[in-house]
C-alpha cells in the first residue's frame, strides 16, 4: 500500500482564523467609535455651555441695580391745628404750598449734600451778625384801638365838615351825636364835641408867639413851618398887620409816635447777637440748613416750644427777633408769645411739615386774650386778633417775609383788626389774601389749610445765599 498523504489541517484553521479576524474588527471597530462618541458628547456640552452663556447677560441685566429714582416728598394727612390737653402748641399736619418749578431731575439729595460740603469747606467770620434794620415803628397807633367816645375842643377856623375828616368819620353822624343842625352848622371857638371814633388823634398842642417890632403875618409864618392864611384864620381879632407884643396863638399836630418810639426801638435792636454762617439751601420743601443757628433762648421776648426745633439761617433769626422786638415795643403786648417749629440742626424733612427743612419757616402761635390764659385748647374766639395783626405787621414792614400762611375763613377777622389799627384798603389789597378767593395768588398772608391757632411765617432768602431758593 502506498503512504497516504496527510489530511490538509486548512479547512479546520479556517473557522478560527475568522472568527479571530471578526472579533479583531469589531474590537477596532470599537476603539474608533469611543473617542467619536466622546468628542461628540464634548461638542454638544460645549454648544450647550456656549448656549448657556449668551443668555447669561440676559440674567444679569434683569438683575442688575436699577439707577436710583427721585422720589417725591411724602406729604402727611392735613389735620386741623389746635392745642393738646396740656395747653402745647400742636402742629401735626399743617399744610404748605406746593413747590410749582416743574419735575425735579437727577439726585436732589446728593445735590444738597455736595452744596453742604463746600460750605463747610470755607471758613466763617467768628463775629456775630447785627441786627441792620432800620428803626421803623410797623403802626404807631396804639394796640387796643377800638371805637371810643372822645372829646374834641373846636379851634378858631374849623368847620364840622374838617373836623368829621380829622376823626374819619360821617359829617352827619357828628353832627347828630351832638344834637347840631344843618349841613354846616356854626362852630363856637372852645366847643367840645362827642366824637366816636377808632383810633382818634391825640389833641392839636397850642402855641404862643409872641410878635416882635417889624414882624409880619408872613414871617411868624415862615419861622413856625405853617401858612399865613391859616395862621390869620386863628387869630382873627388880630388886624392885618401885626403890633409889637401882641399875642399870636396857633395850633400843631403832636410829634409822630414814630419819631419817638423809634429812638428806644433802635437800641433795642442793637442789642440782637446773632451768630453769622447759618445758610439755607435748597427749596422750603427741600432744602438743607448749614451751620444753624439755634434761636437764643430769651423770655423777655418769646417762649420757644421746643428748643430742639428752634433752628434757622442766620438771616431768618435776625429777622424773628427783631419782629418781636418791634412788636414788644410798640404795642407794650405783656402776654406770652410762642415760637413753634423752625427746623432741625441740619434742616433737611422735618416731620410732620411738609416745609421747614431750610430754616426759613416759622410756626408762632397767635397771642390769646387774657381771658383766655390757662385754657387747654383754645380756638379762633380765643385769638387777640389785634395784637395778632400787629405781631404780622411787624413782620411784613421789615420786608424779608416771602409768605405768612393763615387759614381763609380767619383772614376776614385780621383784615377787620388791621382797618381798626389804621392800615388803609390799599395797603391790604398788597398784604392779605381775602377777600379775594383763596385759590387767588396774591398778598403775603395766604391761606394755607391747617393754620387756626397759628400762623407760619416763611422768610425770604438772603442775598448773600446764593444756593437758596424763594419763590417770590
Not at 52 to 57: G, L, S
Not at 230 to 242: A, D, E, F, I, Y
Not at 284 to 292: D, E, T
Request: hydrophobic share 35%.
Amino acid at each position: 500500500m502506498s503512504p497516504q498523504r496527510p489530511h490538509s489541517r486548512l479547512p479546520n484553521r479556517l473557522p478560527g482564523a475568522l472568527a479571530l479576524w471578526l472579533l479583531l474588527l469589531v474590537t477596532g471597530g470599537l476603539l474608533v467609535s469611543a473617542p467619536a462618541a466622546a468628542a461628540g458628547k464634548s461638542g454638544k456640552a460645549s454648544a450647550s455651555s456656549r448656549k448657556k452663556t449668551k443668555k447669561k447677560p440676559k440674567t444679569a441685566a434683569k438683575q442688575r441695580p436699577s439707577a436710583p429714582q427721585v422720589l417725591p416728598v411724602s406729604r402727611d394727612a392735613e389735620v386741623p391745628l389746635g392745642l393738646t390737653t396740656s395747653g402745647e402748641l400742636e402742629e401735626e399736619g399743617e399744610g404748605d404750598e406746593e413747590d410749582t418749578d416743574g419735575e425735579t431731575t437727577g439726585d436732589p439729595e446728593a445735590e444738597l449734600e455736595a452744596i453742604e460740603r463746600e460750605l463747610l469747606a470755607h471758613p466763617v467770620d467768628p463775629e456775630p451778625m447785627l441786627v441792620e434794620l432800620a428803626p421803623v415803628v410797623s403802626d404807631p397807633r396804639p394796640l387796643d384801638s377800638r371805637p371810643r367816645w372822645v372829646q374834641h375842643e373846636v379851634i378858631p377856623g374849623e368847620r364840622l365838615a374838617d373836623i368829621a375828616e380829622r376823626y374819619g368819620v360821617e359829617p352827619r353822624r357828628l353832627a347828630r351825636w351832638n344834637n347840631l343842625q344843618g349841613d354846616n352848622p356854626g362852630l363856637r371857638v372852645g366847643k367840645s364835641l362827642r366824637v366816636h371814633a377808632v383810633n382818634p388823634p391825640p389833641p392839636r398842642e397850642r402855641h404862643e408867639h409872641i410878635a416882635k417890632k417889624g414882624e409880619t403875618w408872613e414871617s411868624v409864618a415862615k419861622q413856625h413851618a405853617l401858612e399865613a392864611e391859616q395862621l390869620q384864620r386863628w387869630n382873627r381879632k388880630l388886624g392885618k398887620t401885626l403890633s409889637s407884643k401882641e399875642k399870636v396863638v396857633f395850633w400843631r399836630e403832636p410829634p409822630p409816635p414814630s419819631a419817638v418810639a423809634s429812638v428806644g426801638l433802635a437800641s433795642k435792636l442793637a442789642q440782637i447777637r446773632v451768630r453769622a454762617g447759618g445758610i439755607s439751601i435748597g427749596r422750603a420743601s427741600r432744602g438743607r440748613l448749614v451751620r444753624g443757628v439755634e434761636l437764643p433762648d430769651r423770655p423777655d421776648l418769646y417762649t420757644r416750644r421746643k428748643p430742639e426745633e428752634s433752628w434757622g439761617s442766620s438771616h431768618a433769626i435776625t429777622q424773628l427777633m427783631a419782629a418781636v422786638t418791634r412788636f414788644r415795643h410798640e404795642t407794650g403786648f405783656k402776654r406770652a408769645v410762642v415760637i413753634g417749629g423752625i427746623s432741625k440742626a441740619r434742616g433737611g424733612r422735618f416731620r410732620p411739615h411738609k416745609s421747614h427743612q431750610s430754616g426759613r419757616d416759622i410756626d408762632i402761635r397767635m397771642p390769646i386774650t387774657a381771658a383766655a390764659e390757662g385754657k387747654k385748647h383754645t380756638s379762633a374766639s380765643d385769638i387777640d386778633w389785634r395784637a395778632t395783626w400787629q405781631l404780622i405787621h411787624a413782620f411784613i414792614v421789615g420786608g424779608e417775609v416771602e409768605y405768612v400762611f393763615l387759614e381763609y375763613s380767619l383772614q376776614k377777622r385780621l383784615y377787620k383788626a388791621a382797618r381798626e389799627a389804621g392800615a388803609t384798603k390799599d395797603q391790604l389789597a398788597m398784604w392779605l389774601q381775602w377777600p379775594n378767593k383763596p385759590k387767588t395768588n396774591k398778598g403775603i398772608v395766604r391761606h394755607v389749610k391747617g393754620h387756626v391757632v397759628h400762623f407760619h411765617v416763611r422768610i425770604r432768602c438772603a442775598d448773600y445765599e446764593k444756593h437758596c431758593v424763594t419763590a417770590r
